[in-house]
């Protein structure tokens, strides 16, 4: 094993399913919460499903775990832990939605939905919280995870209505203020990351390489079809569909890229190496990063000994 950081193992596929569905499902209902006020229909044409959503991530969850009840015990800790509030916010906004929905009334499944962008909010303060892994820890993750949410849950309505109705110009300029707002808030983080010493060589390698696909489909083409959509309504609708899944598509793809691909730790660092003669001691070292000093070593100089540091992404509240 090596000092140098690795890519965590224990969060995996079923992590990110959480991220993705239960994020797109949140943004989904606030949204729906919106346009039912004015299409009470809607509730149940896209309330369902967007509750489905999150009850789908929590499945993840489930499974991640690993034993039946051990799921349970999430819910014991709301006073410190992100995860406890995660929780308690899916269950009152469950119950408060599906109520809303079967008596048909909007200012319930809203004030559920409220409830939703607190669980959305718990999301991304469980990944900030996780301080072994640098990616996660970062701040800015916080208004990205939000504004991904919210965008995702924005693009599936403006699909929705623009395939069976005539998309609400104003449900188009939101998508489109929400698709270049997480497009800023995504530059932000990168930026962050890639100063010396923010990040591990790998991390900034991964995020490199999901910045090449994001930039483009998650964000430039969506804008440029939403923009369309807006000038040339309603002979555009097409366009604002195919503008939303770029950005759903976009979302997913950044979520499970930064569950599986951009989530290394730290691994090990020594501040002042040890003097093997009076006088000569070196300086720090701390392989697998850059920016670190007189002691700094790429990841191509890679120890010949095999020392291990499998930091858990432990929610650390």
């Given at each position: 094993?090596?000092?140098?950081?690795?890519?965590?193992?224990?969060?995996?596929?079923?992590?990110?399913?959480?991220f993705?569905?239960g994020g797109?499902?949140?943004?989904?209902?606030?949204?729906?919460?919106?346009?039912?006020?004015?299409?009470?229909?809607w509730?149940?044409a896209?309330?369902?499903?967007?509750?489905?959503?999150?009850?789908?991530?929590?499945?993840?969850?489930?499974?991640?775990?690993?034993?039946?009840i051990?799921?349970?015990y999430?819910?014991?800790?709301?006073?410190?832990s992100?995860?406890?509030?995660?929780a308690?916010?899916?269950v009152?906004?469950v119950?408060?939605?599906?109520?809303?929905i079967?008596?048909?009334?909007?200012?319930?499944?809203?004030?559920?939905?409220?409830?939703?962008?607190?669980?959305?909010?718990?999301?991304?303060?469980?990944?900030?919280?996780?301080?072994?892994?640098p990616?996660?820890?970062?701040?800015?993750?916080?208004?990205?995870?939000?504004?991904?949410?919210?965008?995702?849950?924005?693009?599936?309505?403006?699909?929705?209505?623009?395939?069976?109705?005539?998309?609400?110009?104003?449900?188009?300029?939101?998508?489109?203020?929400?698709?270049?707002?997480?497009?800023?808030?995504?530059?932000?983080?990168?930026?962050?990351?890639?100063?010396?010493?923010?990040?591990?060589?790998?991390?900034?390698?991964?995020?490199?390489?999901?910045?090449?696909?994001?930039?483009?489909?998650?964000?430039?083409?969506?804008?440029?079809?939403?923009?369309?959509?807006?000038?040339?309504?309603?002979?555009?609708?097409?366009?604002?569909?195919?503008?939303?899944?770029?950005?759903?598509?976009?979302?997913?793809?950044?979520?499970?890229?930064?569950m599986?691909?951009?989530?290394?730790?730290?691994?090990?660092?020594?501040?002042?190496?040890?003097?093997?003669?009076?006088?000569?001691?070196?300086?720090g070292?701390?392989?697998?990063w850059?920016?670190?000093?007189?002691?700094?070593?790429?990841?191509?100089?890679?120890?010949?000994?095999?020392?291990?540091?499998?930091?858990?992404?432990?929610?650390?509240?």
């Amino acid at each position: 094993m090596n000092v140098e950081p690795t890519l965590q193992k224990p969060w995996d596929w079923r992590a990110a399913m959480q991220f993705i569905s239960g994020g797109t499902g949140a943004g989904l209902l606030f949204f729906t919460a919106l346009f039912s006020f004015r299409e009470p229909d809607w509730l149940i044409a896209t309330g369902l499903p967007a509750l489905s959503m999150i009850a789908l991530g929590l499945f993840f969850v489930w499974l991640k775990l690993g034993r039946k009840i051990r799921p349970l015990y999430v819910f014991l800790n709301p006073r410190t832990s992100w995860m406890s509030r995660e929780a308690w916010f899916s269950v009152a906004l469950v119950i408060l939605c599906l109520s809303g929905i079967l008596f048909r009334s909007p200012g319930v499944v809203f004030i559920g939905s409220l409830f939703g962008l607190g669980y959305l909010f718990s999301q991304a303060q469980i990944l900030k919280s996780a301080r072994g892994i640098p990616a996660w820890r970062e701040p800015r993750i916080v208004p990205l995870m939000m504004l991904t949410g919210l965008a995702e849950g924005a693009s599936v309505l403006v699909i929705s209505t623009s395939l069976l109705a005539d998309a609400p110009a104003w449900l188009i300029f939101a998508l489109l203020f929400l698709v270049t707002s997480r497009w800023y808030a995504w530059t932000v983080y990168y930026v962050s990351l890639k100063r010396p010493g923010a990040a591990p060589i790998l991390t900034v390698d991964a995020l490199d390489y999901l910045r090449r696909i994001l930039n483009p489909v998650g964000h430039a083409l969506p804008v440029a079809g939403l923009a369309a959509a807006l000038v040339y309504s309603p002979d555009f609708q097409l366009a604002g569909a195919l503008a939303g899944l770029f950005v759903l598509i976009g979302g997913w793809v950044l979520k499970f890229n930064l569950m599986t691909r951009v989530a290394y730790n730290q691994g090990f660092a020594i501040a002042h190496t040890p003097a093997r003669a009076p006088g000569y001691g070196g300086g720090g070292v701390k392989p697998g990063w850059t920016g670190t000093g007189s002691g700094e070593r790429t990841i191509e100089e890679r120890p010949s000994g095999d020392f291990a540091h499998a930091m858990e992404p432990a929610e650390l509240d």
